[in-house]
Nanobody, 124 residues
Framework: QVQLVESGGGLVQAGGSLSLSCAAS????????MGWFRQAPGKEREFVAA????????NYTPSVKDRFTISRDNAKATVYLRMNRLQPEDTAVYYC?????????????????WGQGTQVTVSL
């Protein structure tokens, strides 16, 4: 069992930046590939970014590539999502998730554990 707790969400103006953190507890976090997903009101949960167990290897959805950066510190059992040049369309609840799958899964069904989510709101 892995418990995930996100933090760092908030309100920011368009063009601004935010950093999200996801603290993992329970089983060794380095055993899991980690991902960030988001869900806007009335929309399905969508993949944002993923990172390999070792931290060597990442994947992003095209709309955030070159603006967002996923990273992890296995010693601290924490995953980060640095978000730059935020736009109103980035407004959503952001979820951290852990996967026992191989590679860099983008399908939320391949993730075994989820955090409670943190709200990110980008205003004009």
């Amino acid at each position: 069992q892995v418990q995930l707790v996100e933090s760092g969400g908030g309100l920011v103006q368009a063009g601004g930046s935010l950093s999200l953190s996801c603290a993992a507890s329970g089983r060794t976090a380095s055993n899991y590939a980690m991902g960030w997903f988001r869900q806007a009101p009335g929309k399905e949960r969508e993949f944002v970014a993923a990172i390999r167990r070792s931290g060597q290897g990442t994947n992003y959805t095209p709309s955030v590539k070159d603006r967002f950066t996923i990273s992890r510190d296995n010693a601290k059992a924490t995953v980060y999502l640095r978000m730059n040049r935020l736009q109103p369309e980035d407004t959503a609840v952001y979820y951290c998730a852990a996967s026992t799958g191989i590679g860099l899964p983008t399908n939320p069904r391949l993730y075994n554990y989820w955090g409670q989510g943190t709200q990110v709101t980008v205003s004009l």
